[in-house]
């Protein structure tokens, strides 16, 4: 019987649960967004998201993740364009810190929220570099087109949990009542963070 994979799919679900999970923009954004519009904003925000990683996973699947690291143009204009949108996050989450304000709960039209995580993520090119990278250790060499698509579903579903349970878990009603009391601080720590986040991406270089 041929082998799939180099390792058992649960550790390695294990190891990519772990690196969606970490604190990073996408995350970040999650985290806010549910603590400041509630559940259903979050949840669209952490859909985009996740339809951001399934769109680089399958580019990374068809090649394109070595069609960027040889055309280093490409790489280039992802990001760019994903280091400014960060800080555009950056910039709207230090002003609502300084502004200050009180919270508004969306109760209707979350599409907004779901482009926004899109974006997040199709800007990020280090996306579509993990994708490959973990198609690169965890397929077996003999490996098929079924067991790609196996790996890509799987992880998929392990990010999609994630990202939604970021978003379920930071609109609970005590984290919430948290956020309102210290606003202002919040913003402020997003707002840094994301700063440092543009700043990472644009001195990122793949090796």
């Not at 400041?36 to 699947?61: E, M, P």
């Not at 999609?160 to 919430?176: E, K």
């Amino acid at each position: 019987m041929t082998e799939l994979f180099t390792l058992p799919l649960p550790l390695i679900l294990l190891g990519w649960a772990v690196s969606a999970g970490s604190p990073g923009p996408a995350t970040l954004a999650i985290s806010g967004t549910s603590m400041a519009y509630g559940r259903s904003a979050g949840l669209a925000l952490a859909i985009g998201v996740t339809v951001g990683s399934a769109s680089w996973g399958i580019a990374a699947a068809l090649g394109f993740s070595a069609i960027m690291m040889s055309s280093q143009w490409i790489f280039e204009i992802v990001r760019y364009a994903g280091a400014l949108y960060l800080l555009y996050l950056a910039v709207k989450s230090l002003r609502s810190a300084f502004q200050g304000g009180g919270v508004t709960p969306v109760k209707a039209g979350t599409s907004g929220f779901f482009r926004r995580g899109l974006l997040l993520h199709l800007t990020n090119p280090k996306a579509v570099l993990g994708w490959g990278s973990i198609y690169a250790i965890a397929l077996a060499p003999d490996a098929g087109a079924s067991a790609v698509w196996t790996l890509f579903a799987a992880l998929l579903l392990c990010s999609m949990t994630m990202f939604c349970g970021y978003a379920i878990i930071f609109s609970t009603a005590l984290i919430a009542r948290g956020y309102v009391r210290s606003k202002r601080w919040f913003e402020l720590v997003f707002g840094l963070l994301f700063g440092a986040a543009s700043i990472k991406l644009l001195t990122y270089r793949p090796e």
